[in-house]
């Protein structure tokens, strides 16, 4: 199985609540290790750009204001099968749909307010750890 990266935040609606510690405990004990991260306030632009591909959807505006409301933590993610293993780990986007024991069943507030974001495949991992990290701060 490949070692892989994944880019991971998370979100307004958990660093508000504290519970950055209670999050990164859940993603080292499925064995992924926290090799960059960052607390960051995001501009409402800078949200956009990071979630351009959603751009048309109906939920676009809420989703950069949420983002944008307080700060997030951005990290990057090591290990096998990283990108698969963090959205296992994560849940389903809806936390109603979350399976029990995930970080969305647990925290998540809502649809919107997910606690967490997981890059999705290989590619768009790549492209969101470049948005917010160089080279040098990734220390594996
Ligand atoms: P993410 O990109 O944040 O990791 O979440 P995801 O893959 O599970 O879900 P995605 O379909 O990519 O949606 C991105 C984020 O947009 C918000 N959302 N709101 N109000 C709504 O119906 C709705 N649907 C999606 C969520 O914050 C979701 O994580
Ligand atoms: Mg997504």
Redesign the pocket.
Known sequence: MAIERTLSIIKPDATKRNLTGKINAKFEDAGLRIVAQKRIHLTKDQAGVF?AV?KERP?FD??TSFMASEPVVVQVLEGENAIAKNREVMGA?NPAEAAAGTIRAEFAES??E?SV??S?APETAAVEIAYFFSGLELVG
């Open positions: 979630y959603h939920f809420e989703l986007t649809v919107g997910n974001h997981g999705d």
